[in-house]
């Protein structure tokens, strides 16, 4: 099995979509010759041409409206926003259309499209290239909201993105973009959205996470284990929107003691649906009240303090080791 | 070196054929088939009678807030009348008429203002999408559907309204730009109705035209006198067939007149005088059109009389039809329908405390 980097696995996810399936159609700002900023749609233009691979003018909202015009026509557009902090302009085609367009016409048209978009910190980069705001997508009825947190699910559940019903923001945790290889199969592999797993089995405590958090959550884990026996169970939610609350509500009735792990702001934030799930599904089971690891509710701060801002394995392992002690 | 002139060699157009006097220019005229004519005429007045139907209801209390489309009826029926059935119509909102003429059905209409999202599934399956009330946006939903006829090589163009308000938004910007680039078989079409709510189109732009905003994204553009029916045709006839010949969009112009309210919820007499709306009376699209057939000896008036209450009728019907259908329609649990191709967990869940919820509520009625 080759071991591929995220944007390697991404770009193997749109290669065989688009050889497989006309209806795939790749558009947004620098994808085509320069194969993307990150190079996520490198080579395609080669391979599919201009008349499937489209560079488009520099306006979001043109390239998510056009979207959903080809969408509605049949098509299956995949279109990347830059980053996404760059999405707001196209935010009022996603939730004033491509997420109520099936509703509005009764079912006669839907959009089932795809918004690619790099999120998250970590990379020393500029305002506005750094947030984590999946939250918005995920509040919005009519839109699926998925993030993956490795190569190897960021290709599966990106081939289940694009062929989606309904219209899914893929938010890319842009961190993990080249920060490791995994084995991906060239065969096809598809990983359903709505689904979370279970990436790490443990009795005493649950760490709920996603998307670049994933990582420092297994090793704060790991450390944990070494150090004091504890054992954590990890679970990646894998798609925000529609939350698949079935594994983590299990998992803290057996451990009565859960952290909930993401970059994104802290209140109104995804966490924040988490544990009303918990204190609606497993209150009786817990033992401690449920922690939250997240970023601030500040603006992101430019680079040289990010990762003060940014969740890391001391903070998680500190955070565990109290709720252990508890 | 020296500071020099660029000539831009594009212009923009005017045409009127039929005048407010009901004068036609010969030369001019696109000699529409009888039939035709007689229907576009029939649509107008169905269009207007329509119009002033859904205002009683609303003053009565019988459907909520709509927008009036009173003026507009060659600007929007003229357009329309070029489409072949495929091709497709992307709407605002205040192109009812056109609606109409593209099949959707008058107790839809009624249906929807009545507040009843199922309105859309009377819907007939053809190429027209719903009503799009963010102003502009629809726009680029014009331009990916005209992309991917041509991506298919299917002869398809597509129509899209909007007003003069929409030419401020960043939509409107946007949507001309990537269908010009792409060339993309679409046609902008502007209802400038000299009025956004209470904005006048002089505060919206300081562009003497409209029109001329297509020549700055290279694409045709044109205005034409939009109460006149035969030129809106006209000029959208030339822009079909410039999209369906790889010629890319067009923008078309059509100085019009919003003869009512913008919505009911609007009272115009706070924003603009009494004479203003006097003088675009004078210029009504259906006066004209109405002169045109007469010496054309294709209406006569007892042929008048006899659409008007033929046209009264069909609306009284749909009315009747509507206000039952509103009566019976039952259950609102039909909220959860169409959020998703299928449920989501979540969903599920609030779909059934929703109606444990109404029954709970019912059975509390019921008892008291």
Redesign the interface.
């Known amino acids: 099995m080759p071991k591929l980097t995220m944007v390697q696995a991404l770009n193997l996810a749109l290669n065989q979509e688009m050889a497989s399936d006309d209806r795939v159609i790749v558009l947004g700002e620098d994808v085509g010759m320069d194969g993307g900023v990150f190079r996520v749609t490198d080579g395609l233009y080669a391979a599919y041409g201009r008349q499937r691979v489209l560079d488009t003018p520099l306006a979001e909202s043109g390239i998510v409206g056009m979207s959903i015009g080809m969408a509605i026509y049949g098509l299956r557009p995949v279109c990347e926003m830059q980053f996404s902090g760059f999405v707001y302009q196209a935010f009022h085609q996603l939730e004033g259309h491509a997420a109520r367009m099936r509703w509005r016409s009764q079912g006669r048209y839907h959009v089932p499209m795809v918004l690619r978009a790099p999120y998250g910190g970590g990379v020393r980069a500029l305002e506005h290239h750094s947030e984590s705001r999946e939250a918005y997508y995920a509040h919005t009825p009519g839109l699926k909201m998925v993030i993956p947190s490795g190569p190897r699910n960021a290709r599966a559940l990106l081939v289940a993105a694009i062929r989606d019903p309904d219209p899914v923001v893929f938010f890319e945790p842009k961190a993990l973009y080249r920060a490791y290889r995994e084995d991906v199969p060239q065969e096809e592999e598809v990983l359903p959205i709505g689904k979370s797993q279970t990436v790490r089995e443990g009795g005493d405590l649950t760490i709920v996470t996603y998307g670049a958090m994933l990582r420092p959550v297994l090793a704060a884990a790991t450390t944990l284990q070494e150090q004091s026996g504890a054992a954590a169970e990890v679970i990646d939610l894998q798609t925000i929107a529609p939350l698949d609350d079935s594994l983590f509500v299990a998992s803290a009735r057996r451990t009565g003691r859960v952290m909930i792990v993401h970059e994104a702001p802290r209140s109104f934030g995804p966490g924040a649906e988490i544990v009303a799930r918990l204190v609606e599904k497993a209150f009786y089971h817990l033992e401690e009240p449920i922690v939250r690891v997240t970023g601030y509710d500040v603006v992101f701060p430019l680079f040289a303090r990010e990762n003060s801002y940014l969740p890391n394995a001391d903070r998680v392992l500190r955070t565990a080791r109290r709720l252990i002690a508890a | 070196m020296p500071r020099r002139r660029i000539e831009l060699n594009d212009h923009i157009a005017h045409l009127t054929i039929l005048d407010e006097k009901g004068a036609v220019d010969k030369k001019l005229d696109p000699h529409l088939p009888p039939a035709l004519l007689l229907k576009l005429y029939r649509a107008m007045v169905r269009g207007r009678r329509f119009d002033e139907r859904l205002l009683d209801l609303q003053r009565q209390g019988r459907i909520g807030t709509f927008p009036p489309t009173s003026g507009q009826e060659a600007a929007q029926l003229g357009a329309v009348a070029v489409l072949q059935p495929e091709d497709w119509m992307?709407p605002a909102f205040r192109e009812t008429a056109a609606e109409v003429w593209r099949g959707r059905s008058l107790e839809s209409v009624i249906l929807a203002y009545g507040g009843f999202?199922?309105a859309?599934?009377l819907?007939p399956?053809g190429p027209t999408?719903?009503v799009?009330i963010?102003v502009g946006?629809?726009?680029?939903?014009?331009?990916?559907?005209?992309?991917?006829?041509r991506?298919?090589g299917e002869d398809r163009v597509?129509l899209t309204f909007f007003g003069d308000g929409a030419t401020s938004e960043?939509?409107f910007?946007?949507?001309m730009?990537?269908a010009a680039?792409?060339r993309a078989p679409v046609i902008f079409l502007c209802q400038n109705n000299q009025w956004a709510i209470s904005i006048p189109r002089t505060q919206q732009t300081r562009s003497p035209t409209i029109a001329q905003k297509a020549l700055a994204y290279g694409m045709a553009g044109i205005q034409v006198d939009g109460n006149d029916i035969l030129a809106v045709y006209a000029a959208v006839a030339e822009a079909a067939d410039r999209a369906r010949a790889g010629g890319g969009p067009t923008l078309v112009e059509c100085e019009t007149y919003r003869m009512m309210m913008h919505t009911t919820a609007d009272d115009p007499k706070r924003y603009r005088s009494e004479e203003e709306v006097e003088g675009w009376r004078r210029k009504d699209p259906i006066t004209r059109f109405e002169i045109y057939l007469q010496r054309r000896r294709l209406l006569t008036k007892a042929k008048i009389a006899a659409i008007a209450q033929e046209v009264l009728e069909e609306i009284q019907a749909a009315v009747d039809a509507a206000e039952a259908k509103m009566r019976t329609i039952g259950d609102p649990v039909t909220i959860f329908?169409?959020?998703?191709?299928e449920l989501?967990?979540?969903?599920r869940a609030q779909r059934e405390a929703f109606q444990a919820e109404q029954a709970a509520a019912t059975k509390e009625g019921s008892d008291a």
């Open positions: 992307v999202s199922e859309a599934s819907d399956p999408l719903p799009s963010p946006s629809q726009m680029l939903h014009a331009v990916g559907i005209g992309w991917a006829a991506y298919r597509a960043g939509d910007h946007e949507a730009n990537f680039v792409f329908d169409h959020a998703y191709a989501t967990p979540a969903l």
